[in-house]
């Protein structure tokens, strides 16, 4: 039907342009996250840029579908200001006409939404797992900045350097902390350079006269001695393992797992399709208004609306996780109570006649 394509069209123009706008802010956003490591020499320009990408892949799932929600409010809000509705239903249309028409759109969106959620995204979290892991196993002691702290990696080592020769092969007034539940360990060392074995690719530092601490918090022991070469190994070069990381998990293996938190990423996944047509449904109620009010007088609605339904599906995946609720209701109360307003809403549009 003519109107339907009409509809559709006009849905997914401003649905194109706001996803745009928002993936060029998250990315920004995202850049800020990782550029500080760059410019410290922790990370490559080329793996940051490659992070931002997976974190933007990720983010899809929830920016589709509000966009999707925003673009059917500012869209069917401009048909009614415009009289446009009125027009359509002088001609034989009606408000079914439009449901259905943004039914039949939500659900093609949702399907790319699934796909992403199902497999995109764990596979976008693998990725960025394994970047992060191969730029602490990469960590290049020379790359650093002098005057500044520096965390490095999941190991916790903390790094301050005074000073790095012109030549950036040797570093002077070296402090390096690292820490566990039980161990704290803290070199002073006047000079150190970096060193990788030819064969095996082990990196290490040769730390140069200096003191070696080791304090045993538990017990208040503090062991001293002083060295004159002490070498601190480093991450290995090759990474074999990153890990059972739920999140980059696949669907799949999430199925049966009997594990709290493994049951509830797996529901998070499946629901994004739901969420995504419901959005879009919600979107046909909240863009109501009278002919020449402003096109969109119920953005700002529809924006609360999103913010206390994303923080609520928040909350209840934690919860599940956490184990205050089970498998039921799981993650899917949210979804019903957005379900319940939907029908609500949705109720007086059902006294109206089909069209010819």
């Given at each position: 039907m003519?109107?339907?394509?009409?509809?559709?069209?006009?849905i997914?123009?401003?649905?194109v342009?706001?996803c745009?706008i928002?993936?060029v802010?998250?990315?920004?956003?995202?850049?800020?996250?990782?550029?500080?490591?760059a410019?410290?020499?922790?990370?490559?320009?080329?793996t940051?840029?490659?992070?931002v990408?997976?974190?933007?892949?990720?983010?899809?799932?929830?920016?589709?579908?509000?966009?999707?929600?925003?673009s059917v409010?500012?869209?069917?809000?401009?048909?009614?200001?415009?009289?446009?509705?009125?027009?359509?239903q002088?001609?034989?249309?009606?408000?079914?006409?439009?449901?259905s028409?943004?039914l039949?759109?939500a659900?093609?969106?949702?399907?790319?939404?699934?796909?992403?959620?199902?497999?995109?995204r764990?596979?976008?979290?693998?990725?960025?797992?394994w970047?992060?892991?191969?730029?602490?196993?990469?960590?290049d002691?020379?790359?650093?900045?002098?005057g500044r702290?520096h965390?490095?990696?999941?190991?916790?080592?903390v790094?301050?350097?005074?000073?790095?020769h012109?030549?950036?092969?040797?570093?002077?007034?070296?402090?390096?902390?690292?820490?566990?539940?039980?161990?704290?360990?803290?070199?002073?060392?006047?000079?150190?350079?970096?060193?990788?074995?030819?064969?095996?690719?082990?990196?290490s530092?040769?730390?140069?006269?200096?003191?070696?601490?080791?304090?045993?918090?538990?017990?208040?022991?503090?062991?001293?001695?002083?060295f004159?070469n002490?070498?601190?190994?480093?991450?290995?070069?090759?990474?074999?393992?990153?890990?059972?990381?739920?999140k980059?998990?696949?669907t799949?293996?999430?199925?049966?797992?009997?594990?709290?938190e493994?049951?509830?990423?797996f529901?998070?996944?499946v629901?994004?399709?739901?969420?995504?047509?419901l959005?879009?449904?919600?979107?046909?109620?909240?863009?109501r208004?009278?002919p020449?009010?402003?096109k969109?007088?119920?953005?700002f609605?529809?924006?609360?609306?999103?913010?206390i339904?994303?923080?609520?599906?928040?909350?209840a995946?934690t919860w599940?996780e956490?184990?205050?609720?089970?498998s039921?209701?799981?993650?899917?109360?949210?979804?019903?109570?957005?379900?319940?307003?939907l029908?609500?809403?949705?109720?007086?549009?059902?006294?109206?006649f089909?069209?010819?």
């Open positions: 003519l109107i339907n394509r009409y509809l559709n069209r006009e997914l123009n401003p649905l342009t706001i745009s928002l993936v802010i998250f990315a920004g956003y995202s850049a800020t996250r990782y550029l500080p490591d410019a410290d020499g922790l990370m490559t320009g080329k940051v840029l490659a992070l990408f997976l974190k933007i892949l990720i983010a899809l799932e929830v920016l589709i579908p509000v966009t999707l929600f925003l409010i500012t869209v069917l809000g401009r048909l009614h200001a415009e009289s446009e509705v009125i027009a359509m002088a001609s034989g249309l009606c408000e079914r006409t439009l449901i028409s943004v039949r759109l659900f093609v969106v949702a399907l790319l939404v699934a796909a992403l959620s199902l497999y995109a764990p596979w976008a979290y693998e990725q960025s797992y970047l992060k892991a191969d730029a602490e196993a990469n960590f002691f020379s790359r650093l900045k002098p702290f965390e490095i990696g999941e190991s916790k080592y790094v301050f350097l005074e000073n790095i012109a030549n950036q092969e040797r570093a002077e007034g070296v402090f390096i902390e690292q820490r566990n539940a039980s161990l704290r360990k803290i070199i002073r060392a006047r000079e150190a350079w970096q060193e990788i074995d030819p064969v095996t690719g082990e990196k530092v040769v730390l140069h006269d200096g003191y070696h601490y080791e304090i045993l918090p538990a017990v208040g022991k503090t062991s001293l001695f002083r004159q002490f070498r601190l190994i480093l991450t290995p070069k090759e990474i074999e393992s990153i890990g059972y990381r739920r980059a998990a696949s799949m293996s999430l199925v049966s797992s009997p594990v709290a493994d049951r509830a990423e529901q998070w996944r629901s994004t399709g739901f969420s995504t047509i959005l879009g449904l919600l979107g046909i109620p909240l863009s208004t009278a020449r009010r402003g969109s007088a119920n953005i609605m529809g924006v609360v609306i999103f913010a339904y994303y923080n609520m599906t928040a909350i995946k599940m956490q184990g205050v609720v089970g039921f209701p799981g993650i899917w109360w949210p979804h019903a109570l957005l379900a319940v307003l029908i609500l809403l949705l109720k007086p549009f059902g006294s109206g089909q069209s010819h």
